[in-house]
C-alpha cells in the first residue's frame, strides 16, 4: 500500500513556531558518488535514495546531476523517493550529484517540553507492516523470549517500550571490531551483544514488534556537533515506535550509549544532527531490481546486467548555512 509519507508524518505533531526556531539546523548537504571501471556494452542501473520534507526536515533540492539522465520514482512500501538511471552501454566512469539545502528541526514527544501532539492513525495495514518481521528482524524465538522478560509486569505500551529501549542500552555495546555488525542482524545482536546503530536498532524493533508495539527503521547520515562543514564518513540509523493516542515516538539507542547523559533525552527525543532518508527494510524499488530486496536504502545501488555492482566510490560533505564552505 503506498503510504502518504508526507502527509503523515505532517499529523504526527504540532509544533509551536517558537519550538521550532530555538532548535533547528540550516545545512546543505552534498550527496555525490562515482561508479567506476564498468565493463563496455553491459546493462547499467543505477537506483539514488532521495531524501524529502517531512514535520521534521525542510529539504529542497538545489541540484541534481549526472553522467546519465535522472528521472524521480517513488518505492511501495513506506513511498521513499528514488532518482532512477539507465544505460544499454554506458561509459567506463559515471559521477552523479546531488546538492541539498535542508532545515533539520529536534523532535520531542517525550517530556515537560513536549509540543502539542495529535494522535496519528495507522490504517489497519500500515499496522501490520510494522509489527511483521524483516528477513534479518524476526519477532519471534529470542528476542521475543527477551522482550517477554523484561517487560514483564509492564502494561502500557510506552513502558514496554522503555524496558526494551533499557535493555538493549545495558546489553549492546558500540563496537565496530571483527565482522557481522551493520547488517541488522538481529540474532548476531543477541548473540555478539555489539555492533553499530544499525544492530541496536533493528534488536529495538524486533523486540517491541514481538509486544506488537509498531516500530519502524529510520536511516540517513550524522551531523558532527562539533564542525559547521565535514566530509560524512557513513549513515546514521534510528527508530521509532507507535503507541496509540500518542503517534510516532522517537528513540536512538546507539546515539544514548555514545552520550550517555542523553540516554532519558533519547527515549523520546532526535536531535537536529542528522539528515533522514529512507524508511524501511527488505525494499523493493522502482523499477524493480534483479537482486534480492534491500535490507535498507541509504548509499547506491547499481546493477550491471542484473547483478549488483559494488565498485562504487562515495563522497558526502555538508556545511551549515552561513559558514565559509557553505557561502563558497
Not at 49 to 65: E, G, R, T
Amino acid at each position: 500500500m503506498l503510504r502518504k509519507i508526507c502527509v503523515l508524518w505532517s499529523l504526527l505533531f504540532v509544533f509551536a513556531p517558537s519550538a521550532l526556531a530555538q532548535d533547528s539546523r540550516d545545512f546543505t548537504f552534498h550527496y555525490a558518488f562515482t561508479v567506476k571501471n564498468l565493463p563496455a556494452g553491459k546493462k547499467v542501473r543505477i537506483w539514488i535514495p532521495v531524501a524529502q520534507s517531512d514535520a521534521f526536515q525542510d529539504v529542497k533540492i538545489i541540484s541534481a546531476q549526472g553522467d546519465l539522465a535522472l528521472r524521480k520514482t517513488r518505492e511501495l512500501k513506506y513511498a521513499n523517493q528514488i532518482y532512477y538511471a539507465e544505460a544499454s552501454s554506458a561509459q567506463s566512469e559515471l559521477h552523479f550529484d546531488v546538492e541539498y539545502d535542508v532545515i533539520r528541526h529536534e523532535r520531542v514527544a517525550l517530556g515537560q517540553t513536549t509540543p502539542h501532539a495529535v494522535a496519528a492513525s495507522l490504517s489497519s495495514a500500515e499496522k501490520r507492516q510494522d509489527l511483521q518481521p524483516d528477513v534479518l528482524v524476526p519477532v519471534t524465538g529470542l528476542p521475543a523470549d527477551l522482550a517477554a522478560k523484561v517487560t514483564q509486569g509492564k502494561m502500557q505500551p510506552l513502558d514496554k517500550a522503555r524496558a526494551i529501549y533499557d535493555y538493549v542500552f545495558t546489553t549492546v555495546r558500540y563496537d565496530k571490531t571483527g565482522t557481522g555488525w551493520g547488517h541488522g542482524d538481529v540474532l548476531y545482536a543477541c548473540d555478539a551483544k555489539k555492533g553499530n546503530c544499525t544492530d541496536f536498532h533493528s534488536l529495538f524493533i524486533a523486540m517491541a514488534r514481538s509486544q506488537s508495539i509498531p516500530a519502524r527503521f529510520e536511516i540517513g547520515f550524522p551531523l558532527p556537533t562539533d564542525k559547521h562543514s565535514a566530509e560524512i564518513a557513513g549513515y546514521h540509523c534510528w527508530s521509532d515506535f507507535y503507541v496509540e493516542g500518542r503517534g510516532w515516538i522517537p528513540v536512538d539507542i546507539s546515539e544514548a550509549w555514545k552520550h550517555p547523559e542523553k540516554r532519558d533525552y533519547f527515549f523520546g527525543s532526535h536531535d537536529v544532527n542528522r539528515m533522514q532518508f529512507s524508511l524501511g527494510r527488505d525494499l523493493h524499488l522502482n523499477p524493480p531490481q534483479d537482486g534480492k530486496p534491500l535490507n535498507y536504502f541509504v548509499y547506491p545501488y547499481v546493477e550491471v546486467d542484473g547483478q549488483e555492482y559494488s565498485n562504487v566510490s562515495l563522497a558526502f560533505s555538508f556545511a551549515d548555512a552561513g559558514s565559509a564552505v557553505a557561502a563558497r
